[in-house]
């Protein structure tokens, strides 16, 4: 084996295959995965933790004096006259024009129709109960916990509605949102939504993946 | 090799000399770029694991003066790679407090907020993906997990006949993941959250076996962060960054619960269908709730691991 060409050839051909393996190393060719395919992030309106409505109470409470007009009842309305309710052939109230904004959906009966259930007629800066309490706008949750007792026992407790914050009140604040808050008020229960994105799935191979995304159903 | 010490000594016409002194430093010059780049791999352990976090103790074994020194460790290995000085703690549980979380499942409307919102408050990998709540549809009538969908995906949420029922890290106060684990990288704290030492972590998915709920995620690739979506308030035990090769679950939020806050979840749910507090306090949301609420459930209570995670409805 001393034959020096044949060493020659040996070493030649260990160089070929060292050079061959430094490219293939360089450039990745083998022995790597597939590189992760890169997701779209989630849109961050997801991520918002506030509530998905404003109450009038929050609402008049902002310091920019024009939005505030645009809230006060009176910029239309008369002081002191008593207002009229006129009601459709199936005894619906009917919402003026001027309120177009405010759909009639409280109750599934689709008997809590009249504007004076929960307004005051002749004061429309306050609310008011069915027993004849007057009540401000900030207090809103008592009017809603006038019909709704077990709900609202269950939200003093804290085991329905939205808190955040502090869970240990002496470390810090502890925020309870009014009914209002989440509810409208009009038509209370929670419309439909457009969910956030689906779980992608960690799969390598392709075609599971493409499989994966019609089985929707199962 | 042979060829280079031989050409010296033999030494047999100069011109023959020079031209395999070439050959053989060519041939020995690609032989050595070959070597290092059979190497590379190797030299990329460094990224994942540095000698100082290598030689680090077990957590429980830590002294505060050595868990100062990995927290600035984290700290500095955070920065590097995020741009962004990250707060990193280490959070020890309350005296007096055990968490147990409680859902409303009368109240979810299966939206998916608090899955996005917990992977953006504990830095989850968003490429490839790992969540840590999972938000099964069911069909009304029936908890059977088998019959369940975590893919939907209508234009609008809730859809008639069906209700949600989010599933995560149950904290159980028999995890069966803290038993196969064999390196005690997991454990249970006094305040019933199960949490994972990430660098003590070896990434054999023992616990990912074993969990009954699919609560365990396993970092099958280097997560990947967006630098402007980082959370920098961090916790050792809780949502500083992992590495590729560790397991990784809910853990509560730690740097937010420890310090007396409502974990990420609670606090984006639309509905007000989460709670969560201590057990220990009477006067807590979870402890009017599990006393007078009618109806409560654990998932798979039949297997005796005994959730601090509990399901209730309004009647």
Known sequence: ?218 | MNSQSDAPGKAPAPSMRRRSFLRSSAIFGAGAAALAASLKPLMDLEKFTSTEEFLQKHYKEMSPADMAKVLARISREVEKQYDVRPHVRDLRPMDGVEFVYALNLTRCIGCRKCVHACVAENNQSRSPEIQYIRVLKMPHGSLDIEKSDHNYDPEKVPEKGFFYMPVQCQQCENPPCVKVCPVNATWQEKDGITVIDYDWCIGCRYCMAACPYGARHFNFAKPSIPKERLNPEMAYLGNRPRKIGVMEKCHFCVQRTRTGRYPACLEVCPAGARKFGNILDPESEVSKILSTKRVFIQLKEELGTSPRFFYYFDV
Request: glycine content about 6%; overall charge negative.
């Open chain 1, 1 to 218: 084996m001393n034959d020096p060409k044949k060493i020659r050839l040996a070493l030649t051909t260990l160089g070929v295959v060292f050079a061959a393996l430094v490219i293939s190393f360089s450039l990745d060719l083998w022995g790597r995965v597939e590189p992760v395919r890169q997701l779209p992030l989630v849109d961050e309106e997801f991520l918002q933790p506030q509530t998905w409505r404003r109450s009038y109470a929050d609402l008049v409470k902002k310091e920019d004096e024009d939005e505030l007009l645009a809230f006060s009842c009176y910029e239309c309305h008369e002081e002191g006259k008593k207002l009229e309710l006129t009601y459709d052939k199936d005894n619906h109230v009917v919402v003026p024009d001027e309120h177009e904004n405010i759909v009639m959906g409280h109750g599934s009966h689709g008997r809590n129709n009249d504007c004076f259930n929960c307004h005051n007629s002749e004061n429309l800066l306050v609310l008011q109960t069915r027993d004849g309490h007057s009540l401000k706008f900030e207090e809103s949750t008592q009017l809603c916990g006038s019909c709704h007792g077990p709900t609202h026992r269950d939200w003093e407790h804290g085991s329905h509605g939205r808190t955040s914050g502090y869970w240990d009140r002496s470390k810090g604040e502890y925020h309870k949102q009014d009914c209002v808050n989440c509810h409208n008020p009009h038509s209370p229960k929670f419309p439909q939504r457009a969910p956030a994105p689906r779980p992608n799935h960690l799969r390598v191979n392709p075609v599971a993946t493409a499989h994966f995304g019609e089985s929707n159903t199962h």
